[in-house]
């Protein structure tokens, strides 16, 4: 990967993605669900960008409004040289070969009246003019590529264990030899023992294929595991957007703190001597978000300026970017204290 | 907890089958283990290691058939729980055993408003009026660190999150002050911020109730937080079981090493590359004649094959008490090697 040159291949700028809420008895527009409010990234051809959050975060929903699974309310997606949010219908047809997704729920994302081969050969069926054979190599291939045995590729899904089953979806988002690939929490629903399989697999075929990975994930063990950098999302926007050894390091925004402290190490030494960050309360509701910055609500070292004005997400130190106002020129002071705490903080 | 804590609950050789019209699966097999007064049992395997069947045998939640506890003894203070009537049962579930499953958004009822749903086992097993049961369930749901509860009591579960309802969960758990609380995953279904706060919650009403609790999950990080001791299972039997400590540092069966090292860490050195514990779960039909694990385990030599390891202990103590493994590469064949 270090061969790779380091221009993006996928930026998105200012990204929304605004749900209606229709109410009353004429179902009239009464407000939004502001799932992501102004999301901007780019991901370097050939790296991995992890994106975290909890639920409800706008995590899953950056990753779809992106390849337009859903219509973006606003913004600019360029994938590979287009901006596939304002794409025709027909050059977004042209253009999804590229841009593929492995979802979460391998039971729930494969078809089960199915079998294996029409599964993977559907895409190349949509999008080439192959014969019957030439479709089944690459059925095969792929297959091949993702550790499948070719003698199942009759079979349903349903004889398939979670592993396996993943193993199919990420084949299917192969056929067509994408550059860019969504990974919606893909191990979010196997064992323990499984998920290091398809880590491994997602991060072998990143090698020999040259691939692109948007990871998005809860598990912030696994995406330091995988990621080059990492962007971390509350209540629809973004609070760091770091290198993944700064962040996991050092993390900037108090959000990202709390969330790297939440974090159980499998370690009961570790676990007696730290000092959790727990975060009272829940999230608030995306509908009704709060007046100044998203996490005002829940901050552990909230000031009045958080209350009535939204952070910037600015560059604080060399590549990395955090919306906070402890690190904004007002707040100048406190980013140095912030430091200060956050070097000690490592040593605990 | 000055004075040597006292057995609460005794389970010894449980044995449960389904059947099933592939044949019988033997989900849980000759499982032993015992919980002292206020303390901490972690039970960690993945899904199909029979962690939940066993905790659910112990009350007889399962439904029979296809369930079918073929043998063992529960010992709650004494008495058999697999040799109670129904009616005796009923006044131990929810009394002296408190339960809490793994998903909150299911496991309560959605037509019955919170305060009905604490209420009930307050009234049932406690012979509590309206007024006491709903003073108490005010209590209870203050214990638990919901704010509002008076107001809250009147409200249906869709109104609340997750966490809060995994909080009320647990207050359910707990409306009869009960000896043993099980916890089947209660934390799983939760975001880390919100299971970091239910972890410190049950940190702080041990230490506030002292009750004694089984924690059931397939995550190594919560149990290094919060247990005194840990029981891995795998294929239907415990495989390990040792003090907390002394099984992150020392852990002995193949399984536990390579759970250990599947999982990437967020402090530390960055993982190059995960170790795979290649293969799948076994299927558990048919009672179990060699090793569980020998399909996926780098050590498989021939006994493994031929004999289900029984557990033994690795540091003298008797089974149960310290570290003891099922596995017939860790003792005594290795220590015999080691001295060869």
């Known amino acids: 990967m270090l061969d790779a040159p380091a221009t993006p291949l996928v930026q998105v700028q200012d990204l929304k993605m605004h749900f209606p809420i229709y109410s009353g008895l004429f179902r009239r527009h009464t407000g939004d669900v502001k799932a992501v409010d102004g999301v901007s990234f780019d991901i370097l051809a050939g790296q991995t960008l992890g994106l975290v959050g909890e639920s409800g975060c706008g995590k899953s929903t950056v990753g779809r409004a992106m390849l337009r699974l859903y219509e973006p309310t606003a913004g600019r997606v360029v994938i590979d040289g287009d901006d596939v949010a304002t794409l025709s219908p027909e050059a977004l047809r042209k253009k999804r070969p590229t841009m593929q997704m492995v979802f979460q ?3 729930a994302s494969l078809n089960p009246r199915m079998t294996l081969a029409e599964i993977v050969s559907e895409p190349l069926e949509e999008h080439t003019n192959w014969t019957r054979d030439q479709k089944l190599e690459r059925v ?12 199942f590729v009759n079979r349903f899904p349903h004889e398939f264990s979670g592993g396996q089953r993943q193993r199919i979806g990420i084949a299917r988002a192969l056929a067509l030899k994408p550059r860019f690939i969504v990974c919606d929490e893909p191990i979010a629903a196997l064992d323990v023992s499984i998920q290091a399989q398809v880590v491994n697999l997602l991060e072998d075929l990143q090698e020999k294929l040259g691939l692109t ?9 696994m995406v330091r595991h995988l990621a080059q950098r990492v962007a971390v999302m509350y209540l629809g926007r973004i609070a760091e957007l770091s290198p993944s050894k700064d962040l996991y390091a050092r993390p900037l925004h108090p959000y990202a703190e709390a969330l790297l402290s939440a974090v159980n190490e499998p370690d009961p030494e570790l676990a007696a001597r730290r000092n959790r960050i727990i975060l009272k309360g829940d999230v608030p509701s995306p509908a009704n978000p709060p007046k100044g910055c998203n996490f005002c609500t829940r901050c552990p070292r909230v000031m009045d300026i958080c209350r009535t004005v939204k952070p910037d997400l600015l560059e604080v130190e060399p590549g990395r970017l955090v919306a906070c106002h402890l690190y904004t020129a007002a707040g100048s002071t406190g980013a140095s204290e912030a430091n200060e705490r956050n070097q000690q903080g490592e040593t605990r | 907890m000055a004075e040597p804590a006292a057995t ?3 389970v010894r050789d449980l044995k449960t089958v389904f059947r099933t019209r592939g044949g019988e699966v033997h989900a849980v097999n000759d499982v032993s283990f015992h919980l002292k007064r206020g303390e901490l049992l972690g039970v960690v395997g993945e899904s199909g290691s029979g962690k939940s069947v066993t905790m659910m045998s112990l009350l007889r939640l399962l439904p029979s058939p296809p369930a079918d506890i073929r043998g063992g003894k529960v010992l709650l203070d ?9 009616d005796e049962l009923r006044s131990v579930r929810g009394a002296k055993v408190g339960f809490v499953f793994q998903d909150p958004m299911t496991s309560l009822n959605p037509v019955f408003t919170l305060g009905d749903q604490i209420m009930e086992p307050l009234i049932k097993h406690m012979r509590l009026s309206r007024s006491q049961a709903q003073a108490r369930a005010i209590e209870l749901l203050e214990l638990v660190g919901i704010p509002g509860a008076a107001q809250r009591l009147h409200q249906y579960p869709h109104q609340f999150s997750g966490g809060m ?17 099980i916890a089947d995953e209660p934390t799983t279904a939760l975001d880390v911020t919100i299971q970091a706060q239910i972890l410190e919650l049950v940190k702080e009403l041990r230490r506030k109730l002292g009750m004694a609790i089984i924690w059931i999950t397939h995550d190594l990080g919560v149990i290094a937080g919060i247990a005194d001791r840990v029981m891995v299972m795998y294929g239907g039997q415990v495989v390990e079981h040792a003090p907390v400590r002394e099984l992150f540092a020392n852990p002995q ?12 860490r967020i402090t530390g050195p960055r993982t190059t590359r995960l170790k795979v514990i290649e293969g799948q779960p076994p299927i558990l039909t048919g009672p179990l004649t060699a090793c569980p694990f020998r399909a996926r385990c780098e050590h498989r030599f021939d006994t493994c094959d031929a004999v289900n390891p ?13 570290h003891d493994v099922a596995c017939h590469w860790v003792a005594p064949a290795r220590q015999e090697a080691a001295h060869a």
Do not use: K
């Not at chain 2, 309802?165 to 609380?181: S, Y």
């Open chain 2, 310 to 322: 029984p557990r033994r202990a690795i540091d003298g103590a008797p089974i149960g008490l310290g």
């Open chain 2, 165 to 181: 309802r995994q909080r009320v969960m647990i207050a359910i758990a707990l409306a009869c002050d009960p000896d043993v609380l």
């Open chain 1, 105 to 107: 729920d391998p039971q």
């Open chain 2, 8 to 10: 609460v609950l005794d």
């Open chain 2, 78 to 86: 004494g008495r058999d729980l697999l040799a109670m009537s129904d």
């Open chain 1, 213 to 221: 990975y948007l990871f998005i994930s809860h598990d912030l063990s």
């Open chain 2, 253 to 264: 069966h193949p399984y536990t090493r390579a759970l250990l090292q599947t999982i990437p």
């Open chain 1, 140 to 151: 095969y291939e792929l297959m091949d590529q993702v550790g499948l045995n070719r003698r």
